[in-house]
């Protein structure tokens, strides 16, 4: 039998004086920022790209008036207030 060890190191970092812990596996995450940028909300975390874009076209349409990202780590992907590539 051969076996597949599946645990990936998770990160934690300091946000706003909080220790946050991150599974690397989930690489996408979905937020609400202000127009600064500032992380107001974390609405989730994915594993891949196809699944953000689908969460992120439910959340938007859910919360049309809130500026939605999909990030994976600093990079921004996508953005509520601009129209996809």
Do not use: Q, W
Request: proline letters at 4%.
């Amino acid at each position: 039998m051969c076996s597949t060890n599946l645990h990936v190191m998770d990160e934690t970092r300091s946000i706003r004086g909080r220790r946050v812990t991150f599974e690397r596996r989930l690489r996408y995450s979905l937020d609400v920022s202000d127009e600064a940028g500032n992380l107001l909300e974390a609405l989730g975390r994915v594993a891949d790209l196809p699944v953000a874009h689908a969460t992120f076209e439910a959340a938007v349409a859910k919360y049309p008036d809130k500026l939605i990202h999909i990030r994976e780590r600093a990079h921004v992907i996508r953005r509520s207030d601009r129209p996809r590539d």
